[in-house]
């Protein structure tokens, strides 16, 4: 794609200069407002952006999304097309090389996937150190981390040869650290992948194989999980490829980065919406309950978690493929006494001028918690699933940005609003932290939750 340059003309009010800022695609640099001064000392005119709602940090090839229209890209793929034809290790090729394999491609492409499933014996050690009711998701963000100290080479980023291994390994191993952290922590023995099996085949085999010689995943349950993956599996500048990108961008090796970028997604605010979906529809309790806690919604007191996005303003398209997976996996399963409520709780809104001015449409995390539940995964399992189909998405991201030029390690400025210059004051002669006199640490220490017996 072609760059797109024309100008903006700023006028400085504070000296009546003009600068002319070039825009190239749509964009200007944040640095050229750096020649915007007053004086010869300034150091120049800064853009301020919390949270980076509008400013983007890369130039990136891999996702393409339109929150206005719906529409969601997989390297100019459509999440429809592949959703309904492709597979998940297709996807995860088409991410991290740009472009579909041919069938050779592919066979050695899921032939690596499925021979680097294992973990050293050490980690089932690791594991078994965590107390028995650790968050799958807290093992996960340790265990993903400590590999890189079982692969000292994974530190060679600069080898194009080296950087397949380690993402071959990520993909490879995060389904049965995953599935070794939820045996965990129901007391489980750990089952060992199934060579003959898919790669959502076999981590359904690492989740539920009990005393059978040979696990066989149901197909439409297998299919269901397989296609989920796809559509968690890259989602542009989120807040975890941000945290995978600015830790890559320190040159850390790629276990380091995946480590911060599946802590970013445990945050509930990231990783946890669906699991605040199941809370909601629990508390509505019944489908004669909607209009009440709509009219709740409406006034401030309660939240409509499942809808808006911070950038879709149209149906998450993504929550319209979820609708068709859901009927495969309600055939199995039987139907989810959640689901005629959630999709009554759908009709309602989107039929009410309240949500639909403020373009309020159901997100992929709508649906997925009450399908997770329905196959029998518990909650705290939702954000381990989501970080299974984002990996090839976070390693993208990753090696885009090692392969950029233009990028140096994240160093984000900020605006001071502190204390300008002040002397040391002994401590005899201090009054305590703030006008008050009260240390504000121990206030709110005094105020925390009961206390817990040491363990």
Same mark, same amino acid.
Request: a negative charge; charged letters at 20%; one cysteine or more.
């Given at each position: ?32 407002f ?9 150091? =120049?005119? #800064? ?13 990136s090839?891999i ?30 090729? $088409? ?17 690596e996937?499925?021979?680097?499933? /294992?973990?050293?014996? &050490?980690?089932?050690?690791f594991i078994?150190?965590?107390h ?5 998701? =807290?093992? $996960? ?5 400590? /590999? &890189? ?10 080898d ?17 650290? *995953? ?8 007391g ?8 003959? %099996? ?7 085999n #690492? ?8 696990y066989?995943?149901?197909p ?7 296609? %989920?993956?796809? %559509? ?5 500048q ?5 945290a995978?990108? *600015?830790?890559?961008s ?8 995946a ?9 509930? %605010? ?9 809370? #909601?529809l ?7 309950n ?35 997976? *859901? ?15 959630? #999709?009554? /709780? ?14 309020l449409?159901?997100?992929?995390d ?36 090692l ?42 220490? *005094? ?6 017996p $040491?363990?």
């Amino acid at each position: 794609m072609s760059e797109q340059v024309s100008t903006l003309t700023v006028t400085d009010n504070r000296t009546g200069k003009t600068y002319e800022i070039p825009v190239t695609d749509g964009a200007v640099r944040a640095s050229a407002f750096r020649s915007i001064k007053t004086s010869d000392d300034d150091f =120049g005119l #800064m853009t301020y952006d919390p949270a980076f709602t509008n400013t983007a940090s890369c130039r990136s090839a891999i996702t393409y999304i339109d929150g206005d229209a719906g529409i969601l890209r997989y390297r100019g793929y459509p999440i429809q097309e592949l959703a309904e034809k492709s597979s998940f290790l297709e996807v995860a090729y $088409l991410l991290l090389a740009g472009e579909l394999p041919s069938a050779e491609e592919l066979s050695t492409w899921e032939d690596e996937i499925t021979h680097h499933t /294992l973990v050293h014996e &050490s980690i089932k050690k690791f594991i078994d150190g965590f107390h028995h009711d650790a968050h799958p998701m =807290g093992m $996960l963000v340790s265990t993903v981390g400590a /590999l &890189s100290t079982f692969y000292p080479d994974a530190k060679t980023i600069d080898d194009p040869g080296l950087r397949r291994l380690q993402i071959v390994r990520l993909i490879a191993k995060i389904t049965t650290l *995953a599935a070794f952290s939820y045996r965990h922590s129901v007391g489980f023995p750990y089952v060992y992948p199934d060579n003959d %099996l898919s790669y959502a085949g076999n981590f359904l085999n #690492m989740m539920w194989k009990a005393t059978e010689l040979k696990y066989e995943p149901d197909p439409n349950l297998e299919h269901a999980l397989d296609v %989920l993956f796809i %559509l968690h599996a890259d989602h542009e500048q989120n807040c975890s490829a941000n945290a995978m990108r *600015a830790v890559g961008s320190s040159q850390a090796d790629p276990f380091s980065a995946a480590a911060a970028a599946i802590s970013a997604l445990y945050g509930p %605010l990231h990783g946890g919406a669906n699991e605040q979906v199941l809370r #909601m529809l629990s508390e509505i309790g019944s489908v004669e309950n909607i209009p009440a806690f709509i009219a709740q919604v409406k006034d401030g007191k309660k939240k409509l978690m499942g809808f808006g996005h911070r950038v879709y303003k149209n149906y998450d398209p993504r929550a319209r493929v979820i609708r068709q997976v *859901a009927d495969e996996v309600f055939k199995v399963t039987g139907t989810n006494p959640f689901l005629d409520l959630a #999709m009554e /709780l759908e009709r309602i809104a989107l039929e009410d001028e309240y949500f639909v001015a403020r373009k309020l449409y159901p997100n992929v995390d709508f649906y997925t918690g009450i399908i997770y539940q329905a196959m029998g995964f518990p909650v705290e399992m939702f954000p381990v699933l989501f970080a299974i189909g984002r990996m090839p998405g976070w390693l993208a991201q990753w090696e885009e940005g090692l392969l950029d030029p233009e990028q140096k390690i994240a160093r984000p400025r900020q605006l001071y609003i502190g204390y300008d210059q002040r002397s040391y004051v002994p401590i005899d002669d201090r009054s305590g932290v703030g006008d008050s006199g009260i240390d504000p640490i121990a206030a709110q220490a *005094a105020q925390a939750a009961p206390e817990r017996p $040491l363990r």
